[in-house]
């Protein structure tokens, strides 16, 4: 093997064009639920001040080329330093020897895509065939991509975001005004009042949309919850859902939003299904416009395996 690639940011996004993410993320979460990847617990570090977290998320799909490690986290004060968020990189080896193959400085972006696509997937399976707007709670990097990515499996271009300023929500606005017709609401509930398709999007550590204002047949892609800590949707909210979906039930019994409901005594775990089981289930799938359907998204390393994989793939296609 010859020396460590070392890829930047933008050789990053200009090989990942031709990559179609939503069909590779769905596969990996495939072969997580099937039992065909090694995902190990996922490593933490949480800060106070300024606040922040950092994830280590790290594994292999069994008799794959590469094994992957990312290190990705999230200062949430950045904005005010004109920075984004996010922020980390993905590092690819070989699984037959250990060596190093790749280094992929993408500065948190591939984490933003793949959790992006992983919320198209869950729409693909969860939203209602009809949809009235889309809703998204926050207004950052991931609300934007999330709506963007949504485009893919569920089209819709009326929608309605709430930002913790403003300031914020205009600013979302005017971003996406040639794209969308965007509506901002003054609170999370009107959000949910007109949209029955909802992406949260927020670091939040209480609740913002309550059981009382989500209408009959919402599917809701809950993202923002990834710590023990953060929390979006109030338990009552899974309490009421008929279907809840978790992107890895491992995961959900120590964070996100099946986690904060589970530990409060709304929902037990024999009401979870797993995205990749469900994906290859149709039983386990919405079956009604009525239903109301939650996918809690905490983030597997089984993503960052596939994305990271695709992106080196590419490259070397490329090089024949």
Known sequence: MGATLVFELEKI??????????????????????GNTVVPPVGELLFEDPPGDVHIKYGYIKNDDFYVIK?????????????????????????????????????????????????????????????????????????????????????????????????????????????????????????????????TTTPSESPLLQAADIRPGTHITAVGSDTSNKQELDASILQKADIIIADSIFQSKSRGEIYQAISKGFISEDQISELGDAIQIQDLQRSSDQQITVVDLTGVAVQDIVITSAVFLNHQQKKK
Request: with cysteine.
């Open 71 to 199: 290190i990705a986290s999230g200062f949430y004060n950045n904005k005010n330093l004109g920075i984004p968020s996010s922020q980390g990189m993905m590092l690819l080896f070989d699984q037959k020897t250990g060596q190093t193959v790749a280094v992929l400085l993408d500065e948190g972006y591939l984490t933003d895509v793949r959790t992006a696509a992983a919320g198209a997937v869950a729409a693909k399976y969860f939203a209602p065939k009809h949809i009235d707007a889309i809703g998204i709670i926050g207004t950052g990097i991931q609300a934007k991509m999330q709506l963007h990515y949504l485009q893919k499996t569920n089209p819709c271009k009326t929608v309605w975001v709430w930002g913790r300023t403003v300031t914020n929500a205009v600013k979302f606005k005017d971003e996406l005004a040639d794209d969308f017709d965007v509506h901002i609401a003054r609170t999370p509930e009107v959000v949910a009042k007109n949209c029955n398709l909802i992406v």
């Open 13 to 34: 996004k200009s090989l990942l064009k031709d990559v179609d993410v939503v069909t590779a993320i769905e596969e990996g979460f495939k072969q997580y639920s099937n």
